[in-house]
């Protein structure tokens, strides 16, 4: 499963120009911040699909944290990845297991393809009912071409609210 993950996101890097130093990764989610480390999913919790971090939503809607273009939207809702203009790829994955609801509680508002701006409407999704039927919200927030960059570094601890400063990365020289 964990091949197909990662095939899913990773295209063709010798096309996309990694064409700045470093970059801010805006927050795509209002909640509180944990460390990727904690998540309680082996593939995220050990960086396999990438280093990054993970929100616990206050708010049940996520929105693109960069400008660029969605490489992918699952077809049950509950992820998609994002590459920037500036190469960042960006998976964004609501909850763990969440793949099991088949799309149920969650609607996109993007296709594959889909040109999107900072702060644009990307999934709306309902916490509570997610909660009742037994799933963990936390939502990693990776990037998937981590080898990339010289570094992931959260900029922030605690509460972040949708769109502030989330992570910065650094591009290798």
Do not use: W
Request: hydrophobic fraction near 35%; include cysteine.
């Amino acid at each position: 499963m964990l091949d197909k993950l990662k095939g899913l996101f990773r295209k063709d890097d010798s096309q996309k120009d990694i064409n700045q130093d470093e970059i801010i990764i805006k927050s795509p989610i209002k909640g509180e911040i944990y460390p990727i480390t904690e998540v309680r999913d082996q593939t995220f919790k050990d960086k396999l699909l990438g280093d990054g971090i993970a929100i616990y939503p206050e708010k049940g809607r996520v929105v693109s944290p960069v400008d660029g273009t969605v490489a992918i939207i699952f077809e049950t809702n509950h992820a998609c990845s994002i590459v920037s203009d500036s190469g960042a790829e960006i998976l964004i994955h609501i909850g763990l297991d969440t793949v099991n609801l088949k799309g149920q509680y969650y609607k996109s508002y993007v296709n594959n393809d889909s040109k999107v701006k900072t702060g644009d409407l990307l999934i709306e999704f309902d916490i509570e009912k997610i909660r009742a039927a037994g799933y963990d919200l936390i939502t990693p927030i990776v990037i998937t071409n981590t080898s990339s960059y010289k570094s992931v570094e959260a900029i922030r601890q605690g509460h972040v609210e949708e769109l502030e400063a989330l992570m910065k990365i650094e591009r290798k020289n």
